[in-house]
């Protein structure tokens, strides 16, 4: 029904950028809410960003003013842009897509890709 794809992970130095991309496609009526998550190994999946159809954003703490989040409402786009990368920073990253499949009924689908992997080393 609909397929959402990250793109832009890679290997980068401490203090390095990177611009994560996520689109989705496929039978969407409209979209809600986009963000951005992140799992390291043997750690929980914790929310980096997320960003509403109307542009307001929210950032977890440990990237706010380092992070930012931003969308293309008319290519169903979320992007990433991530400056002054730390070691702890590393990790697979994922995209979340909230799809409003009927705003009548208030009905919403969740989405996710298969996720990205960016690592930050030296």
């Known amino acids: 029904q609909v397929q959402v794809v990250e793109s832009g992970g890679g290997l980068v130095q401490p203090g390095g950028s990177l611009r994560l991309s996520c689109a989705a496609s496929?039978?969407?009526?409209?979209?809600?809410?986009m963000g951005w998550y992140r799992q390291a190994p043997g750690k929980q999946r914790e929310l980096v960003a997320t960003?509403?159809?109307?542009?307001?954003?929210n950032y977890a703490d440990s990237v706010k003013g380092r992070f930012t989040i931003s969308r293309d409402n008319a290519k169903n786009t979320v992007y990433l842009q991530m400056n002054s990368l730390k070691p702890e920073d590393t990790a697979a990253y994922y995209c979340?897509?909230?799809?409003?499949?009927?705003?009548?009924?208030?009905?919403?689908?969740?989405?996710w890709g298969q996720g990205t992997q960016v690592t930050v080393s030296s």
């Open positions: 979340n897509v909230v799809v409003v499949s009927s705003s009548a009924f208030r009905l919403y689908d969740e989405y």
């Open positions: 496929g039978s969407i009526f409209s979209i809600n809410a």
């Open positions: 960003i509403t159809r109307s542009h307001s954003t």
